[in-house]
C-alpha cells in the first residue's frame, strides 16, 4: 500500500506541471493586460509609461519565458507578487494571515464547502438507498421528479430565488455577508446564532445540485449492487432485508460515492465562485472572481495551483477510499 501512494504521489509531479502550463497559456491568450486597468482610466499616461509597466511586470517577455520565471519561483514555493495596487504576495493574499483565523478567506471557503459536503452525504446515501430498495413506488417517483429538477436549476437563480423570498419577502434570513453590523455586541450563543444564519442559504444552493447528483448515483450503485448473486444468496440464508442491504449491499454500493466525493475536492474554489459573489461572502471564490476581473495573474495561478493540488489529492482520496471500502484492491 505505502509503495502504491509513493507511486501516485511521484505521477503527480508531471499532471500538476502539465495543468499549470496549459492554465498559465490560457490565461494569457485572454485579451487585455494586467496593465490596461492603470492605464486606460489614466487618459494622462503616456505610451512609454506603459512600457516601463510591461517590463515592470515582466510582460514584455515571451510567454514560456514568463512561465518560466512564474515556475522558477513555484519550486521555491513562491507565487510572486500580485498586480494589484497593495503589491501584496500572493500567498499572503491567499492565507489572508490579517484576519482572525475564522474570517480568512481560505478557510471560510473551506468550512462552507465541508458543511454542504457533510449536509449532501447525509442526505443523500439515505435517499438514493430508500429510491433503489422501494423502485418505481411513489416516493421514488417523487424524489426523481425533485432530482430532476435540482439538476436542471441553475444555481445561481435558486440563490437569487431564495435571496428575494427568505430575505426579502420574509425578512427571516440576512442574504449577504457571513456576520451582522452589531455582530461584536452580541452574546456569545447571539454570535452563533447569526453565523448560523448568515450560512443557511449559502450552504443549502451550494448543496443542492450535489445533493441531486450524489441521490440519483447511490440510486443507480444500489440497484446494481442489489442484484448481485452474494445478496440473493444473504437473502436466501433468511437474513433481515436491513442486515443485507447495510451490512452487505452498502459497502460496495458506496464506491461510486466515493469517487464523487474526491472529484468535489476541487469545487472548494471553483464551486465557489458563483455563490460566495452572489452572497457577497469573503472566500476563495469572490478572490477568484475579483483576480480575474482584474487580470491579475499571479494571483489567478496561485488559486489555479491550490485548485489542481486540491483535484489531485482528491483523486488520491478517493484511491485510499477505495482501498477501504473494497478488500479486493487492497489485495493487488
Known amino acids: 500500500m505505502i509503495t502504491y501512494l509513493i507511486k501516485r504521489l511521484l505521477e503527480m509531479i508531471p499532471t500538476l506541471f502539465g495543468i499549470t502550463l496549459i492554465s498559465f497559456f490560457i490565461i494569457h491568450l485572454a485579451p487585455g493586460k494586467p496593465t490596461d486597468i492603470l492605464t486606460e482610466l489614466n487618459p494622462k499616461i503616456t505610451p512609454e509609461a506603459r512600457e516601463k509597466l510591461e517590463k515592470y511586470y515582466g510582460l514584455d517577455k515571451p510567454i514560456i519565458v514568463q512561465y518560466g520565471m512564474w515556475l522558477k519561483r513555484i519550486v521555491k514555493l513562491d507565487f510572486g507578487e500580485s498586480f494589484s495596487t497593495d503589491r501584496r504576495p500572493v500567498m499572503e493574499k491567499i492565507w489572508d494571515t490579517k484576519q482572525p483565523l475564522l ?16 449536509i449532501i452525504l447525509i442526505i443523500a446515501i439515505p435517499i438514493g438507498i430508500l429510491s433503489a430498495t422501494h423502485q418505481y413506488s411513489l416516493y421514488d417517483k417523487i424524489t426523481t421528479v425533485i432530482v430532476f429538477i435540482g439538476f436542471a436549476m441553475p444555481s445561481f437563480w435558486l440563490a437569487l430565488l431564495l435571496m428575494m423570498l427568505f430575505g426579502i419577502h420574509f425578512d427571516w434570513l440576512p442574504i449577504s455577508g457571513l456576520k451582522s453590523m452589531n455582530y461584536d455586541s452580541l452574546p456569545l450563543l447571539g454570535k452563533i446564532w447569526d453565523r448560523v444564519r448568515h450560512l443557511i442559504l449559502p450552504v443549502f444552493v451550494s448543496a443542492f445540485t450535489g445533493l441531486a447528483a450524489d441521490s440519483r448515483f447511490m440510486r443507480s450503485s444500489m440497484l446494481e449492487v442489489i442484484r448481485q448473486d452474494y445478496v440473493t444468496a444473504a ?40 455563490f460566495e459573489n452572489i452572497f457577497g461572502i469573503p472566500g476563495m471564490g469572490q478572490l477568484f472572481y475579483m483576480s480575474v476581473m482584474t487580470r491579475d495573474y499571479p494571483l489567478v495561478m496561485g488559486i489555479l495551483t491550490i485548485g489542481a493540488i486540491l483535484t489531485l489529492s482528491g483523486n488520491l482520496l478517493s484511491d485510499i477510499g477505495y482501498m477501504f471500502a473494497d478488500p479486493r484492491i487492497r489485495a493487488k
Do not use: D
Not at 103 to 118: G, Q, Y
Not at 261 to 269: E, K
Open 235 to 274: 437473502r436466501a440464508k433468511g437474513l433481515p432485508e436491513t442486515k443485507v442491504i447495510y451490512r452487505h449491499a452498502l459497502k460496495n454500493a458506496l464506491l461510486p460515492i466515493i469517487t464523487l466525493m474526491g472529484l468535489s475536492v476541487p469545487g472548494l474554489i471553483g464551486g465557489s465562485v458563483i
Open 103 to 118: 474570517e480568512r478567506r481560505l478557510f471560510i471557503t473551506f468550512m462552507l464547502n465541508l458543511l454542504s459536503m457533510f
